[in-house]
Nanobody, 121 residues
């Protein structure tokens, strides 16, 4: 069973930055696409960003493009989400996810427990 553990969430003022980390168990981390999703209170979970197995390809939601950067370190079995210019609308629980066989936003099959990000105005 895969385990995904997020960290790095917290409280930050609008305009500030946070870096989220997701540590994955297992020895086949580099075989999987990885992604970040988020869910605000009363809203559906939404796609944020994803990164391919080697890190060559990335995909971003329009709402975060230009502000967030996804990266990975396969030697550390870790995926990151650097979040800059944060807005109150970014407030949500952020989830790390492992991708399935396809390079699509609907292919993610395992999820972490989430980490809370709160952006104050």
């Amino acid at each position: 069973q895969v385990q995904l553990v997020e960290s790095g969430g917290g409280l930050v003022q609008a305009g500030g930055s946070l870096r989220l980390s997701c540590a994955a168990s297992g020895r086949t981390f580099s075989n999987y696409n990885m992604g970040w999703f988020r869910q605000a209170p009363g809203k559906e979970r939404e796609f944020v960003a994803s990164i391919s197995r080697t890190g060559k390809l990335t995909d971003y939601a329009d709402s975060v493009k230009g502000r967030f950067t996804i990266s990975r370190d396969n030697a550390k079995n870790t995926v990151y989400l650097q979040m800059n210019s944060l807005k109150p609308d970014d407030t949500a629980v952020y989830y790390c996810a492992r991708g399935g066989p396809a390079w699509t936003r609907g292919s993610f099959d395992y999820w972490g427990q989430g980490t809370q990000v709160t952006v104050s105005s």
